[in-house]
Each structure stands twice: as C-alpha cells, then as structure tokens.
C-alpha cells in the first residue's frame, strides 16, 4: 500500500512537471531601425524590420524614405524625430506613435497621395504624430477604425477623408492649414469629433454626409475656415436621419457661416430633418463673415417666450404683465411685452454665459481623463508583455517545487494596481462632471480601460499555482 501510494505520487510529479515545461506565451520583438547604423543590431529600414517579424519598432532620428504596410504591431520614435517620407499603409491592427509621415510620391487608384491609409476592416490608432504633404492626410476604408490623438494634421490637400462605415475618435489634434476641407467625413459614420483645433483650412473645418451618422462633435476650436466651421449636408442618396451632437464648439471667424445645412444633390430633406437629426448646445458662434447659423439649419435660435410660443411661455408672460401692469400705467401691452421678452433674453444671455463656464470645467476634466485612458491604451500591452516575460524568466522546476516566486508576485500585483488605480482616478473625475453629454463620454473612455482584464487573469492563475513541496508535506 505504501509502495503504491509513493509510486502514485512521483507519477502526479512528472506529470505536472511536463504541464510545466510545456511552450509558454510568445513574446513581443522589439527592433531598432537606425538609417545611419549607429544603433547597434539595427535595421537600416522599417520595412526590413517588418520583414523580420518585429511588432515593436522603435525608429531613430533621421528620414527614411519608404512607403510601409503594417498589419500589426506598432511603430514609434521619440519626440517626431524619425520622418518616414513615404505613404503609410495600415492593413491590420497596428498603432503609430511620435513619428511624422509626409511627402509620399505613390498614389492610389485616383491618383492621390495619402499619408496614411486604414483599410477595409483594419484599426489604426495613432498618437502623437505628423502628417503633411499629401493629397489626402488620413484616408479611411470599409468597417475601419480609427483613432488618432495629439496629432498634426497639416499642410496636405485634404486634412481627412472618412469613408462610409467607418468608427472614428479624432480627438485633442491640431488640423491647419489644409487646402480643403480640415475633416471630411462621408455617410454611415460612428464615433467622435472632440477637443480638436480646426483652422485656417481652404474649405471647411469639418464638413459631414449626416446620412445614417451617429458622431458627437464637441469642445472644438474651429476657427478661420474659408468656407463654414461645420457645414452638414443631406445627400438624397443618403436620406436616413442622423444622430449629431454638436455641443461646446468654438465657431469664429469662418468665411461663410459658423454652421451651415445644405443639400448639395438637391433632393427634398424629410420631414423635420435637421431638428430631428441634430443636437445644437454650449456652442459659441460669432463673428462668421456671413452669419451666426445658416437659414436651412431649423433647430437653432435665442430662446424667447412670447405669447404665441408655448403655454408655460403664456404663463409666465401673463404673471410678468401683471406685475408690469402696476409699476408701468400708460404703457401699452406691447410695449410691455417687448420689454418682458428684451429682459428674458438678457436672462438667457446669462444662463448660455454660466454654461460655456461649466463646459470649460468640465471639459478640462474631461482632457484629464483621456490622458489617463491614452496611457493606459498604449502601454497596456507593453506592461502585459513584459509581465508575461517575467513569468516565463521564473524557474519552472523552483515554481513546481516551491511555490510562486514572491518578487514575481509583487511585481505583478503592482503593475495591476497601478492599471486599478487608473480605472479609480478616471472614474472618479467622470463622477464630478455636471454637463451629460461630456460625462456620457467620460465615463465610455473609463469602461475602455476597465475592460482590460489580462493582468488580473494573469495575477489570479499564479498566484493561485502550488509547491509540490507543500503539497507533499500537507499530505502527512
């Protein structure tokens, strides 16, 4: 009996020992390209590194004259030193990183240069980087998505062209100087506008198809455009409603209207369509050369309660009149109904006044918050491997024996803290933000982040791992 149970046991050990000893994750490689060769171990292009299977590519100061296609991974260099004179060519899920891009010469079917393009059903997420020179900056394809944050996107011909069915965050990026549109955006369209500085485009700042859009456009600077700041168009084409938000812009100095409607096919707009498509608040619009809003948009205008407006108007018109009845005798009903309604919009004047200061606050917040998100998106990842690296660096044979290595442990319960925290720290902001729409999307940017699940797996499955030592001292 004795002998069986002993034979039993060594039998569970090897057999644990090869679960083991088993092939264990794979790892990232990181690559330096350096045109000049001075790193060592480097490649002298980018895309001899690709070739060489690299998924982190940190690119040295220099410019590299070359057209790429990444589908995954991701390419970086430090503070926009690296140029890669070439046009850039997302086909998978990639991201793109303090690095400028400008000045491609291949072009595509109609006969444009793109500086980068996203294609059908790839993601492209883009931090921090510079494109120029093109015919077209950003060019986006079928079911992709795209998000690119404190980026340039300046001196091209056109600052983005977003295709149909798209999923978009352009968010916190400076579009200048483009010679037409700054963001042009196609029907069927979903995600967000926000936080950008849009001037001094040859078009306008940001003209949309609304056709079947979902888009929340907010907290833009959209400035000194040669035709409108926004101009939304119905295509008949393309007659679904929309669903805009356009809340908290800045829209000043643009050469046409601060915000126009037009149908550039012709066609008859539904019923309502505007109003029904748009959501108009907190925007500052003054000084457009032709206009505050244009004549077709149907949902904008000052709040005024006259008589014939609505009942709750009725009311509190009549209550004003009674009151004005005894301190101004002589006065027509007229006169005194002109005055009531002067009064309320100055009072009105003063409710817009107390809201663009609570958007600024809470807007502020906001940028707070998608600094802490940015991070954690791009180094999550990083973080991730680099921990998966650690576990696999551990002595299989001490961990069999002994248990989980408490070093490895606790550096892994710090890493997962610290992506806890974050999670904390945002959602805590998002919970003070007063104005919906912005705290809507603050706390979508928090559950973002609270979905990365991978470390606190990974933490859970060692910790729970056992020393056979202890196992065998338990059983007597």
């Known amino acids: 009996m004795i002998e069986y149970f002993s034979m039993k046991k060594i039998n569970i050990v090897v057999a644990v ?18 045109s000049a060769g001075q790193e060592k171990k480097s490649y002298k292009t980018i895309n001899k590194a690709l070739d060489a299977g690299c998924d982190n590519i940190i690119v040295e100061a220099g410019e590299y004259i070359e057209d790429i296609e990444i589908n995954s991974g991701r390419i970086s260099s ?23 891009i400008g000045e491609p010469k291949t072009t595509n079917s109609n006969g444009r240069t793109i500086g980068v393009k996203v294609e059908n059903d790839a993601k492209a997420v883009l931090y921090g980087v510079e494109i120029f020179g093109a015919n077209i900056g950003i060019e986006t394809s079928k079911n992709s998505e795209l998000i690119i944050v404190e980026s340039k996107i300046i001196n091209n011909k056109k600052g983005f062209y977003i295709r149909y069915g798209t999923t978009i965050d352009i968010r916190n990026n400076e579009v200048m100087n483009n010679k037409e549109e700054g963001v042009d955006v196609r029907a069927g369209i979903n995600g967000k506008i926000s936080g950008n500085k849009i001037t001094n485009n040859g078009e306008s700042g940001i003209e949309i198809v609304m056709g079947g859009s979902n888009i929340k456009i907010n907290n ?30 800045e829209l000043i100095g643009n050469d046409n209207q601060g ?16 109003a029904k498509s748009t959501k108009f608040e907190y925007n500052k619009v003054k000084n457009n050369k032709k206009g505050m809003v244009h004549s077709g948009c149907k949902f904008h205008g000052p709040k005024e309660w006259e008589i014939n407006k609505s009942k709750d108007g009725q009311e509190k018109l009549n209550k004003a009149l009674t009151v004005m009845t005894k301190t101004h005798k002589g006065t027509s009903e007229k006169e005194m109904v002109a005055i009531i309604n002067q009064r309320m919009r100055g009072s009105d004047r003063l409710n817009q006044e107390e809201g663009w200061r609570q958007q600024e606050i809470d807007s502020g917040k906001k940028r707070k918050i998608d600094k ?23 002595s299989k044979i001490k961990e069999f024996f002994l248990g989980p290595r408490k070093k490895v442990l606790e550096d892994l319960k710090g890493d997962l803290n610290k992506h806890n925290s974050a999670v904390e720290s945002s959602r805590t902001i998002a919970n003070e933000i007063k104005i919906e729409y912005i705290k809507i999307d603050a706390l979508q940017q928090v559950e973002r982040i609270e979905q990365y699940k991978e470390l606190q797996e990974m933490y859970d499955q060692y910790s729970d791992k056992f020393g056979i030592w202890t196992w065998i001292k338990g059983l007597f």
Do not use: M
Request: proline share 4%; hydrophobic share 40%.
């Open 259 to 274: 915000l126009t409607c037009k149908r550039p096919s012709g066609g008859k707009t539904p019923r309502q369509y505007w």
């Open 372 to 394: 802490i998100v940015d991070d954690v998106e791009w180094h999550y990842n990083e973080v991730k491997k680099e921990n998966e690296k650690l576990l696999e660096d551990t």
């Open 220 to 249: 833009n600077i959209i400035r000194e455009n040669h035709a409108s700041g926004i101009a939304l168009q119905f295509y008949k084409d393309n007659p679904e409603l929309g669903d805009f938000l356009i809340a908290g812009n």
């Open 78 to 100: 430090i503070d926009r030193q690296a140029t890669i004179k070439g046009a850039v060519i997302v086909s998978g899920i990639a991201g793109l990183k303090d690095i400028r």
């Open 17 to 34: 020992g090869l679960l083991f000893l088993s092939p264990f994750f794979a790892l990232a490689k990181t690559c330096h390209v350096d």
